[in-house]
């Protein structure tokens, strides 16, 4: 389910989805396909991701998103093969495994790590040259362990906040250059991400959805995301750009708000739109409460991962 509505047509656009073998990536690429698009399928299983892209009609990349030159190769193929690009779905993702205790694993995390948050900044980099060309979308498929405490993983929480952050901070950016930037937060759905604990979910009550959703959610923000939102993805409720709450601003060394009459932060005067009033007015009095989406939903929704495996989103 979505918050906003309207039909989504994508003829003529070239999507490049990354983790598209299997599970929610592979869920986008048929819906983009379905719906128009040319799908380069991006991947390190070759054998599912073929399969995928010739049930969409489109071409397959072998892609490691650990590796830069490889998101590199996957947008050539784009181009090469349909002329440009136009979306960017950054979907490769794994889970953790290991804690910071006695199990922990450097390698493992390293490879976490790098899918999970280096890809991402990879795809980007890769995919932006073509996007300024035409105007574009990018979604990096991030988490709602992005959005709140992750006790059960703090490492995959860490990553996928970085993701969360990333795509707050490149929203305004990136909009100047005519390139919208998202982030797609969701909940427990039915991946083979979560195949080794999904009974645990189901018997706690936990609602687990379906790839569907997940996918509807994905179409949603490429309809009508706007700069920098992340949208959280929850079962029984409509997705939506999540609100996050402003942290306190600074004051004088008398207490008064400091006033700003522009954001000294940002590199260009195009670019100089503050993420929350508090950069402008600094007050800390405008600090807006925590939502109810973190509030009501307690641990539970978040999708932790306590087992490690090799599936991707």
């Not at 869920?27 to 892209?53: F, H, P």
């Not at 991946?191 to 379906?210: N, Q, R």
């Not at 600074?250 to 932060?265: C, K, M, N, Q, S």
Request: glycine content about 12%.
């Amino acid at each position: 389910m979505s918050a906003r509505g309207g039909a989504v047509e994508f003829s003529g656009k070239v999507a490049l989805v990354t983790g598209a073998a299997n599970g929610i990536g592979a869920g986008v690429a048929r819906r983009l396909a379905a719906a128009g698009a040319s799908v380069v399928v991006a991947d390190v299983d070759d054998e599912r991701g073929k399969a995928v892209a010739d049930e969409v009609g489109g071409v397959f990349a072998h892609c490691d998103v650990r590796d830069p030159r490889h998101s590199e190769a996957a947008v050539a193929v784009a181009v090469e093969r349909f002329g440009g690009l136009d979306i960017a779905v950054l979907n490769a993702g794994i889970a953790t495994g290991f804690t910071l205790g006695d199990d922990f694993d450097p390698e493992r995390y390293r490879t976490v790590m790098g899918i999970n948050l280096d890809g991402v900044v990879y795809g980007v980099h890769a995919a932006l040259p073509e996007l300024k060309k035409r105007g574009g979308h990018i979604v990096a498929t991030a988490s709602m362990a992005g959005l709140m405490a992750m006790p059960m993983d703090p490492v995959y929480g860490a990553n996928k906040a970085a993701v969360v952050g990333l795509v707050r901070g490149l929203g305004p950016v990136l909009a100047a250059d005519g390139v919208t930037v998202n982030a797609v937060c969701p909940s427990f759905a039915d991946t083979a991400i979560i195949t080794g604990f999904k009974s645990t979910l189901e018997s706690a009550g936990m609602p687990v959805m379906s790839v569907d959703d997940v996918v509807d959610a994905f179409v949603a923000v490429l309809r009508d995301g706007q700069p920098g939102e992340c949208w959280f993805v929850q079962a029984g409720r409509p997705s939506a750009p999540f609100t996050f709450p402003n942290p306190p601003g600074p004051r004088t060394a008398t207490g008064e708000r400091v006033r700003l009459g522009h954001d000294p932060i940002a590199t260009d005067a195009k670019t100089a739109e503050p993420e929350t009033a508090d950069v402008k007015t600094a007050d800390v009095k405008t600090a807006e409460p925590e939502t109810a989406d973190v509030k009501t939903t307690g641990d539970k929704t978040t999708d932790s991962n306590t087992t490690a495996t090799p599936e991707e989103h």
